[in-house]
């Protein structure tokens, strides 16, 4: 099976850098996903680690230690809009490629 | 830019009814899959299905639920008898072959049941 723990809430300044912790267990890996996802809407790829290290792709950065079960999502220079809930999602390496997502922290950006 | 697309995007139907779910996937892609979220909750695994057949299922999908791929482009989620608790936002999501490749999500279905 697999666990995904991310924290719930977290709050920022506008113009801050934050960092989202997932940490995960699972039985077979194939990929670890950050998605951002607004109230009522579907979630939108953020970024995906496989190897790790980190991938920066503009003001937003994550990094993935596969040995540790770890990732973080970084995000730069907070803009209002970057409140949302962001999902780490872990994909299987089984044939399906299941991807198993967890419970999502909801950021708020203050001003 | 490649999207899955679904329809309705918001359904009320009374309990008991049947309703079907309607998702086209990326033309190219293989796996095939549908989440539900319920309002305030984490994005659930519903069923997964590869091949023009399920792959995989969560405890969630019961006999209530069914999948299918009619015509190689519709990808459907059915529900027979619609209960109160399955109000929430059902998405679609497609995933092509290769690595490194993400999940596709759909806009979703907010399904209301009245």
């Known amino acids: 099976g697999q666990n995904i723990d991310q924290p719930t809430e977290m709050t920022a300044t506008e113009g801050a850098i934050v960092q989202i912790n997932c940490t995960y267990q699972?039985?077979?890996?194939?990929?670890l996903f950050w998605y951002q996802q607004h109230a009522g809407e579907a979630p939108t790829f953020l970024s995906y680690?496989?190897?790790?290290g980190l991938e920066e792709k503009g003001r937003f950065s994550s990094f993935l230690s596969r040995s540790k079960g770890y990732s973080y999502l970084l995000l730069k220079e907070l803009q209002m809009k970057d409140s949302a809930s962001y999902l780490c999602a872990v994909r299987n390496s089984g044939g399906y490629q299941k991807v198993t997502f967890g419970t999502g922290t909801k950021l708020q950006v203050i001003p | 830019e490649p999207e899955v697309t679904q329809t309705p995007s918001h359904q009320v139907t009374q309990m008991g009814q049947e309703v079907i779910l309607r998702c086209v996937p990326i033309?190219?892609?293989?796996?095939f899959y549908w989440y539900r979220q319920i309002l305030g909750q984490k994005v659930e695994f519903l069923v997964s299905f590869y091949n023009n057949e399920i792959s995989e299922k969560s405890e969630i999908f019961d006999d209530q639920f069914s999948v299918e791929r009619p015509d190689g482009s519709n990808f459907t989620l059915k529900i027979r008898s619609t209960k109160l608790e399955d109000s929430a936002m059902y998405f679609c999501a497609s995933i092509g072959q290769g690595g490194y490749t993400e999940a596709f999500f759909g806009q979703g279905t907010r399904l209301t049941v009245v």
């Open positions: 680690n496989v190897l790790d």
């Open positions: 699972t039985s077979g890996f194939n990929g």
């Open positions: 033309s190219n892609h293989l796996y």
